[in-house]
């Protein structure tokens, strides 16, 4: 095996409280361009789960429960 | 090997903004059509246009400006090297598709009379029309895509365009990439719509998909029609655009020019008359940078407050609205400083160049049956509205062609190649990953492609492309999105291939930074007054060739040819 992974701090932060997911709710996965948003279906909620984000932000304006936050990804602040 | 079989008379690939508009414009010419739209994320938000756009930057409207002054002002940008009959296609039916957008419910900016409050940006003509609330583009572009009755699939990643006995349009080809199925689609024609190339250098920040352009358009359209056999138009004509610093968002001259903003340099000095993107204003740009004058900001600080907060609220809300929080984050406020500007890395996109997939002014490319529209295509300074006008154009004659073409057979060998072309990444557990072939080329692709073009690292360029080439009989993906990257960097070195050779074959230099050469650095109009094309020869290596320019429509002076050039502000004549 000679692939590893290296850990990254991703831009998209999601509100597990808020997120309801656990419902059946797919939006933000649905809408990402970029395709990098997941259900953790153990957790019952969103995350993001490959660094690619345009920050573009249709995730965070079409949630339906405002549970989504984007930041601009520290390599460009 | 399993393979999802479906068939259509009409497959448009890529639901950005040309996209549905062809779709649309197909179903509305023929409602028996069985159209699909594909999109390789999801067309609600898929795309160039994902959270709307601030306005319309070529708008030609009776009374503001005339075809004929529109389809000069941009040959005269564009140095000559326009199919102006193409030009004309657009700007005769620019009007009449901002009429229909005001009817699906597009906001434009109206004065009090309700007339467009149109806007100067270019050197000579007036066509900018604001779009305040343009984030609501996708959703007016959805409805209609839904009135209309088009079959829709998203996450679908169409990777070829299959070909029948005849050279003409059999099928597409690509999977899923959320479950790696393999999908073929029989179908009479179809329109690429898959936007700019615009993964292909690498943004300064070093983040991959920190780029101007939806890090989807990565070129698989340019790439997939050369593949095809079909024509790409001088690929030398690189598109480079003017960011904020670190930020991959326009600065932005078209939204703030009309109320007064400006680019200036590091002195707070106007440097250019003209902010509109034209190559000559990259290169005054270029220049100031390396001068020692730099760096390059956007000035609105000497603005009024309310103007300032009409800018904000523009910027912040439109297109790429996370702009906002990336200024704040430093502290930035418009009312006190001035943003700081770079110039972006490399790419293809006619919105606001002139290089792609060359079309006429119908919208159809050298292969019978294909049609190209949108960013991807080789209409010069197409912006938006040029998407959604050729997007119609292309509807509606693909649905012209449909009637009268039955399907044909492709190559059963050719799809074979590309179904193991496609699982090849799949099938390796050890093997090198998608992320790291794509950051390799798109490394080089700055290091060695970037204007000023030198002959010397061009030819390095091609000689490391050629090892990652081989590179990509190595990738390996765990899954289907990493089989979607996996076949994205396929497309990215096709594209920074096409780039070199074509930037080699014209030994001149023309378009400003765009094609700036360094060991020919003076425009040559006897040579090279021509287009070039780039086209797949019969071993499958990249074949150039030049092509005369389609004789004008619209005369242009001698005077007003050299416009463009006469950029730079008098008083700091000084060049470097």
């Known amino acids: 095996m000679t692939i590893a992974l290296s850990p990254t701090q991703v831009p998209v932060r999601v509100n597990e409280e808020k997120c309801i997911a656990d419902k059946g709710c797919t939006v933000c996965v649905d809408v990402c361009p970029l395709d990098v948003l997941a259900i953790d279906l153990v957790k019952g909620s969103a995350f993001m789960k490959y660094d690619e984000c345009w920050y573009c932000l249709p995730c965070e304006q079409d949630c339906p429960t405002q549970a989504i936050e984007v930041d601009i990804p520290y390599l460009l602040r | ?576």
């Open chain 2, 1 to 576: 090997m399993n393979v999802l079989e479906q068939e259509f008379d009409l497959v448009v690939i890529g639901g950005g903004t040309a996209g549905p508009m062809a779709a649309v414009k197909a179903k509305e010419r023929n409602p028996k059509l069985r159209v699909l739209l594909v999109d390789k994320a999801n067309v609600k938000r898929s795309g160039a246009i994902s959270m709307g756009m601030d306005g319309l930057n070529n708008a030609v409207i009776p009374g503001h400006a005339t075809p004929e002054q529109y389809v000069k002002e941009i040959t005269v940008a564009n140095d000559g090297i326009v199919d102006q009959e193409a030009l004309m296609a657009y700007a005769t039916r620019s009007a009449a598709m901002i009429d229909e957008l005001d009817r699906w419910g597009v906001k434009f900016e109206k004065d009090e009379t309700g007339d467009y409050a149109v806007r100067k940006v270019h050197h000579l003509g007036t066509y900018v029309l604001p779009m305040p609330e343009g984030h609501h583009m996708k959703r007016v572009l959805y409805r209609q895509l839904k009135r209309a009755r088009v079959d829709i699939t998203n996450r679908l990643v169409v990777t070829r365009v299959l070909t029948g006995p005849d050279g003409s349009v059999a099928a597409v080809m690509g999977f899923d990439c959320r479950t790696a199925e393999l999908v073929l689609i029989r179908t009479r024609a179809a329109v690429l719509c898959t936007g700019a190339a615009g993964r292909i250098g690498l943004p300064a920040s070093g983040y991959l998909m920190g780029t101007y352009e939806n890090p989807t358009n990565c070129g698989d359209g340019h790439s997939m029609a050369f593949h095809a056999g079909a024509d790409l138009s001088n690929l030398e004509c690189f598109q480079i655009n003017p960011l904020i610093k670190d930020y991959n968002g326009p600065a932005c001259a078209y939204v703030t020019g009309p109320l007064g903003g400006y680019t200036a340099n590091g002195k707070g000095e106007r440097f250019i008359e003209s902010d509109y993107w034209s190559g000559q204003m990259m290169l005054e740009f270029y220049n100031e940078l390396q001068s020692g004058n730099g760096p390059v900001f956007l000035k609105v600080n000497h603005l009024a407050e309310e103007t300032i907060a009409q800018i904000e609220t523009i910027l912040h809300s439109n297109e790429r609205p996370s702009r906002g929080r990336f200024h704040e984050r430093r502290g930035t406020d418009y009312r006190h400083s001035m943003i700081e500007m770079h110039i972006s890395e490399i790419g293809f996109c006619s919105g606001h160049s002139a290089s792609g997939i060359r079309i006429n002014a119908r919208g159809e490319t050298s292969v019978r049956g294909l049609y190209a529209a949108g960013d991807c295509a080789s209409v010069p300074h197409n912006y938006m509205l040029g998407a959604f006008v050729y997007g119609k154009l292309c509807g509606e004659h693909a649905a012209e062609y449909c009637e009268g073409k039955d399907f044909v057979p492709h190559a059963p060998e050719a799809a074979q190649a590309e179904a193991q072309r496609i699982l090849g990444p799949l099938g390796r557990s050890e093997g090198l990953t998608p992320q790291q072939v794509e950051y390799k080329t798109r490394r080089l692709v700055n290091d060695y492609l970037q204007p000023p073009k030198i002959t010397r690292k061009y030819e390095i360029a091609l000689q490391r492309f050629e090892e990652i080439r081989e590179d990509l009989q190595q990738l390996a993906a765990p899954g289907p999105h990493e089989l979607m990257r996996a076949m994205e960097a396929h497309a990215i070195l096709d594209c920074a291939e096409m780039a070199a050779r074509a930037s080699l074959f014209r030994t001149e230099s023309r378009w400003g930074l765009y094609h700036h050469c360094v060991d020919h650095p003076q425009r040559d109009d006897e040579n090279w007054f021509c287009h070039t094309a780039l086209r797949r020869g019969a071993d499958g290596s990249m074949q150039l060739r030049k092509l005369a320019v389609e004789p004008y429509v619209v005369a242009v002076d001698e005077s007003e040819k050299a416009a463009y050039h006469r950029l730079r502000v008098a008083r700091v004549a000084e060049t470097v």
